[in-house]
């Protein structure tokens, strides 16, 4: 039926297409994507892997600049009056971090406390307005104070309070015994800068006097209670009301003696934190806050980030390269020479890595050989090429009998430009993406091992988390910032790398896909 129909067909019906016109292959009009734009497009689509790259170039910028930048060094500490200072960050008059730390207080504290603010000012002779001026002083240590409360203390009744106290300010007023040459320095440099240094001394040789070691006791005070000019005991209410009665020193005309001299050295009281002010040329202030030896957190961090960054990419980059070649002959070659070296892989596999970090730490860096961070680059090395290699000799096994290596060799190519002008580009996203994630655990093997005392990253050029976090240990109930922060970095670094691996891995071997390597 059809038959016929196609013979009824008339002629006419049919024309020439393009009769007169030339064909010619049509030019691409996109541009060809590689093997790594490819990678990148998929790695992109992945937000956690592109969140935890963000998150790590902002760990490794932190490390690279704040040295540069920050006004405290490695090996030198700010001040040991500043030790254990809690984190303190303000942007314009918000407080990121306040720098205090919740305290309860009674009566005789806050009065002790508000006094420091109230000698700053110099409000001693203000009367009633003298506890105002001193809550309002900035030099004041409590920042926010809760309401009252009766609690039970021996037996008794006690009126206390929960306040918000500055770990900064409560340092208040101290003792200092100078040369009259350095003396001569900071009077200039008052009248300069406009800071006041030097206070009035505390006559401590009366009976007015209960601590003659406490500058901030400038007042008089009744078996460690303040008391007024006719030493009569006073409440918080009257202080409150009446002000507090100096007890400076005098000389023989009345006058308020500021430098008490003493053979050749000069007694003063200072308000230590505009004193820190004049010997550092800063104020003291913390963005992480110091640790238990006056040293600045944010500052050894980035120290400590920068040697595991160092250590880390180092030990990659070396197992890279030995475990690509030493995988590349096993894979490649297999039979007797695959078999022996894999005797060999055994062999140190079985090794403990902390019984390798110990004997290179005793024979290679207690006796001079090696500086602490080489003998752990070495130890790291040891051992850490073996898992690359394993990878390596995998993809030689399943890539090195494709068609196009056998095309390659019968057209004349050696071993070595079958092995890594033609397998190995294929394999190199595995290798990537192996290197990658060897980096976190060289972090968190070389935190372990300082943290432990196996290894001790601790000097005026080098410093490790690892060792931050053992120092911090101690101060843990009262002081938790001092290990928490670095402890904080090495987990949210742990986190970001296993991300950017994830990533890598899926955006460089797609048909690993969502695999567990």
């Excluded at 050696?414 to 595995?430: C, E, Q, S, V, Y």
Aim: glycine share 8%.
């Amino acid at each position: 039926m059809a038959e016929n129909n196609y013979a009824n067909l008339s002629m006419d019906k049919f024309r020439f297409v393009q009769q007169n016109e030339k064909l010619h292959d049509k030019a691409l009009k996109t541009k060809p994507i590689g093997y790594f734009k490819d990678a990148w497009i998929r790695f992109r689509k992945n937000k956690a892997s592109v969140a935890a790259a963000i998150v790590l170039g902002i760990i490794l910028l932190y490390a690279i600049l704040v040295p540069f930048f920050s006004v405290y060094k490695l090996g030198v500490a700010s001040d040991m009056v500043y030790k254990k200072m809690n984190p303190r960050l303000y942007i314009g008059d918000v407080a990121i971090f306040d720098g205090a730390k919740t305290m309860s207080l009674n009566d005789k504290y806050l009065i002790n406390l508000v006094g420091i603010g109230i000698s700053a000012e110099n409000a001693y002779d203000k009367g009633a307005e003298a506890w105002e001026i001193g809550m309002e002083s900035d030099h004041n240590p409590v920042l926010h104070m809760g309401e009252d409360k009766i609690v039970k203390e021996a037996g008794k009744e006690v009126t206390k309070r929960d306040g918000r106290v500055s770990t900064y300010d409560i340092i208040g007023f101290r003792y200092l015994h100078l040369q009259q040459a350095e003396v001569d320095k900071i009077l200039a440099w008052e009248k300069e800068s406009g800071y006041q240094v030097i206070y009035p001394m505390v006559d401590v040789d009366n009976d007015y006097c209960i601590d003659p070691s406490d500058a901030n006791q400038w007042y008089r005070t009744k078996r460690g209670w303040p008391c007024d000019e006719n030493n009569h005991q006073m409440t918080l209410d009257e202080v409150k009301e009446k002000g507090l009665t100096d007890n400076y020193l005098r000389d023989s005309e009345g006058n308020v003696v500021y430098v008490k001299k003493q053979q050749s050295m000069c007694n003063v009281r200072v308000l230590y934190c505009n004193y820190y002010r004049y010997t550092q040329g800063h104020e003291p202030s913390f963005v992480f806050g110091s640790d238990g030896g006056g040293y600045d957190i944010a500052t050894r961090m980035a120290y400590g980030l920068r040697t595991s960054f160092v250590l880390s990419f180092g030990v990659a980059v070396v197992c890279f390269l030995f475990g690509a070649f030493f995988g590349a002959i096993e894979g490649y070659y297999g039979g007797w020479v695959d078999m022996l070296l894999e005797r060999l892989v055994d062999v140190l596999w079985r090794m403990p890595l902390y019984i390798i970090v110990v004997l290179f730490q005793m024979h290679l860096v207690n006796t001079g050989k090696a500086s602490v961070l080489g003998g752990l680059l070495m130890a790291f090395c040891v051992t850490g090429w073996i898992g690359t290699a394993s990878l390596v000799r995998t993809q030689f096994y399943r890539f090195k009998n494709q068609e196009y290596i056998l095309a390659a060799r019968t057209l004349g190519a050696k071993d070595l430009r079958l092995m890594f002008r033609h397998i190995f580009p294929n394999a190199i996203g595995t290798i990537i993406t192996s290197s990658v994630f060897v980096i976190p655990g060289i972090i968190m093997s070389e935190s372990t091992f300082s943290y432990l005392g196996i290894v001790n990253l601790n000097s005026r050029n080098s410093v490790s988390l690892g060792t931050m976090m053992a120092d911090g240990k101690e101060f843990l109930a009262e002081y938790p910032h001092i290990l928490l922060i670095p402890a904080a970095v090495i987990a949210l670094m742990m986190i970001a790398f296993n991300l950017f691996g994830n990533g890598l891995r899926d955006a460089l071997n797609p048909s690993l896909r969502g695999a567990d390597d």
